[in-house]
């Protein structure tokens, strides 16, 4: 990948992407199961990614390859929030919501190296706040950038609401695969070493086995 600005391209590239983001998208759509499953998806989009192979994952109930990172992201959303509630019931009204945003945004900036280190070492490494934070700051400006990139994303994902939510179907899995994009961009920015598996890799093992 020579431009991170390819990912927005990438979804378009391989065979019978139209169906693929269709189904996965329809998939999408039941709750808790469908968006652990798009997560998979999105995972293992990230594994051809990153073997050079520009093409999206085949739609499917990809459960086992998403409920890591869905878990990580769902905890941390939780966390958030109550910090966030916790702060407006003492009292300190807006102040809460402020905090919130801040965390927010601080887990848009890590994300990258996040989801590298989940796709490699499973659902505990999400919570490994050292390595995160080592792997993001080994390149700060590629993880701005990918974060960036990733939060465009999800703001694709989410405009399908305006056109009567049908649109979501479409645009959310575009969006994970977005996703999927900037990660690969950023570890082969940073040339894979903030990310070292070892011989139990989960997704060196997924994308060995696809």
Avoid: K
């Avoid at 459960?63 to 890591?68: A, Q, V």
């Avoid at 990258?112 to 080994?138: C, P």
């Avoid at 703001?155 to 609401?161: H, K, L, R």
């Amino acid at each position: 990948m020579n431009s991170i600005g390819e990912s927005f391209g990438w979804p378009f590239q391989g065979q019978d992407w139209v169906g693929r983001l269709l189904v996965q998208g329809l998939i999408t759509i039941i709750p808790i199961i469908g968006w652990i499953a798009t997560a998979g998806w999105m995972m293992i989009t990230l594994d051809n990614y990153r073997a050079g192979n520009h093409e999206l994952a085949p739609a499917g109930f990809h459960l086992g390859r998403g409920i890591g990172i869905f878990g990580v992201f769902f905890i941390y959303s939780l966390v958030f929030g109550a910090v966030g509630g916790i702060i407006d019931r003492a009292g300190l009204h807006g102040l809460g919501d402020f905090v919130e945003l801040v965390l927010r945004v601080l887990l848009l900036f890590v994300s990258a190296a996040l989801i590298l280190l989940v796709y490699r070492r499973g659902f505990s490494a999400g919570f490994d706040f050292g390595e995160i934070w080592r792997a993001t700051m080994a390149n700060p400006s590629n993880a701005i950038i990918a974060g960036l990139i990733i939060f465009v994303g999800s703001v694709i994902a989410g405009a399908g609401a305006i056109v009567c939510l049908v649109g979501l179907i479409f645009t959310i899995p575009y969006g994970s695969a977005i996703t999927a994009g900037a990660v690969a961009w950023f570890e082969q920015q940073s040339g894979g070493a903030q990310v070292q598996g070892g011989p139990g890799d989960p997704g060196d093992q997924a994308s060995t086995a696809s």
